[in-house]
């Protein structure tokens, strides 16, 4: 597949995240904080600390940004954008509007348009604004000379504490052949110019689907193809099957339950083996996409010379304060072991920030973290599913409402999908939720802000929600909570009441 031919977008880019004549500044005699790693993490970290006045050096090898700007959220969503509006086009007959012709998508002006705004995005993650903002701003391979020396080319940067948020990058699968036949990962896949004819997918987690559903609106003929027998196992399965039968009708084969075996590359096609249970068939393919995890960026940081311990494919070690076997160092984001997500890294990082600088002692496992997987519809969660709450011995009551009966649904003719919320076992206490829904990522911090301040399903029920929105879902499950509070014992006395003012 031919590679972008107007890069000046990149360019941008890079002038901003990389500086091409950029030069290191003479380090301090010690900083307050280093930071290695300057992706989401590493630069909430940096800025937080420097706007508290700390002395703060930031260590980047490659591009400020990190993956979010450069390989994930930013260039994903912006793919993700255009193909729905390309899926927007081709249903519009459902809503009376008629479409002279076919919808056609010009794919290298899709690819031009999530690169420009990638540039316009990066000035947030900018080299000189850092430095504008008192952080010292150095690029090149950190490791650690010592317990308190983080060592950069020929500079030696001393600190009182540090900070890892080094990342992850993706991982490759033992799959015969794989490398020989050469793949996409969501860090080259972005690079692609022209549509592949054929599309290859394998893992069928967020990246997985929501790529491989962009790609089938755009015309690729794609299969995704998930070893485990529903696609995202860390949902809610009927979210899982939602997923499975949108992207089913957006033309993407979807084979669960099965594993790619082999790939063998003939005559620029790809022939990807896979099996079941019960044999196996053969796909051929233009071009493969793995998506199947992500691995810890922890190799060559010289961890053992700092008294930092590491788990091979987990990442390193660290306590419920975010802090390694050696107290001056934390830890945060994709580093360590855990979710992976851009907003937990931030969370973390603060954490790490205000336990690090400051007398704190806050724990991670306190987070209330949602995520989100931006398919069409979204799927959206947090806290607890009914499997991890059985796995804690929690016992749940749960409460659905299908879109069906959101009149807002209804109306916008985006039905496929439900709220879910459970709550403890006889109480109104929320351990978890689960939305699928076309703006599930907006409607989920409702139901996040509501477990972290320990707000009850019945008060959701009770707020004012503006009518008609889908978010009123989450109001029609408290009312459902409350009427659940109608026990036999308050069904008499409330007859004996009303037959009394009769």
Request: some cysteine; glycine content about 12%.
């Amino acid at each position: 597949m031919r590679e972008p031919a107007d890069v000046a977008p990149d360019r941008r880019r890079d002038r901003l995240v990389r500086p091409p004549a950029w030069e290191n500044p003479r380090p301090r005699s010690r900083y307050d904080l280093v930071v290695i790693g300057g992706g989401t993490a590493g630069l909430v970290a940096a800025v937080g600390g420097a706007g508290l006045e700390a002395e703060v050096a930031l260590v980047e090898r490659h591009r400020l940004g990190g993956d979010c700007l450069n390989t994930g959220c930013v260039p994903s969503k912006a793919l993700l954008r255009s193909a729905r509006a390309a899926a927007a086009v081709r249903g519009a007959e459902q809503f009376g509007v008629r479409v002279a012709g076919e919808a056609a998508v010009d794919f290298p002006a899709v690819m031009e348009r999530m690169r420009r705004l990638r540039a316009k995005l990066a000035a947030h993650d900018a080299a000189a604004r850092l430095a504008d903002l008192g952080v010292d701003v150095f690029f090149g391979e950190a490791r650690f000379a010592g317990p308190e020396v983080v060592a950069v080319g020929h500079h030696s940067l001393r600190f009182r504490r540090a900070i890892v948020a080094t990342g992850a990058r993706p991982a490759e699968p033992p799959i015969e052949g794989l490398a020989e036949a050469g793949f996409r990962t969501s860090e080259t896949v972005f690079s692609l110019e022209e549509l592949p004819p054929r599309l290859g997918v394998v893992g069928g987690g967020p990246i997985g689907c929501e790529l491989a559903q962009a790609f089938a609106r755009f015309g690729s003929e794609v299969t995704l193809v998930e070893m485990e027998e529903r696609l995202l196992p860390a949902d809610d399965p009927d979210a899982g099957a939602v997923v499975a039968r949108a992207l089913r009708e957006d033309g993407v084969g979807v084979a669960t339950g099965r594993t790619v075996v082999r790939v063998v590359s003939d005559d620029g096609a790809k022939r990807l083996a896979i099996r079941d249970g019960e044999g196996s068939r053969e796909v051929v393919v233009d071009e493969i996409l793995v998506a199947a995890g992500r691995a810890p960026n922890v190799e060559g940081l010289g961890l053992a010379a700092a008294g930092i311990e590491a788990e091979p494919g987990e990442g390193i070690a660290v306590d419920e304060r975010l802090r390694t076997a050696n107290r001056r160092v934390y830890a945060v984001g994709d580093a360590i072991a855990g979710p992976r997500f851009t907003h937990l890294s931030d969370a973390q990082a603060r954490l790490a920030l205000r336990n690090g600088l400051f007398p704190g002692s806050e724990k991670a496992s306190e987070l209330v973290v949602p995520w989100c997987t931006y398919t069409d519809p979204e799927v959206a969660h947090v806290g607890h599913t009914p499997e991890s709450a059985a796995g804690a011995g929690l016992e749940i009551d749960t409460v659905t409402r299908p879109l069906d009966r959101v009149d807002r649904a209804v109306l916008e003719g985006e039905t496929e999908g439900f709220a879910r919320v459970h709550v403890g076992k006889g109480g109104d206490e929320i351990v978890g939720a689960t939305v699928v829904a076309p703006h599930a990522g907006e409607m989920i911090s409702e139901i996040t802000l509501a477990m972290k301040e320990g707000v009850g399903l019945v008060a959701i029920g009770d707020a004012i929600h503006p009518y008609p929105t889908v978010s009123e879902a989450w109001k029609g499950l408290g009312d459902e909570q409350r009427r659940k509070r109608l026990t036999p014992l308050v069904s008499r006395i409330l007859r004996a009441w009303f037959s009394l003012r009769r």
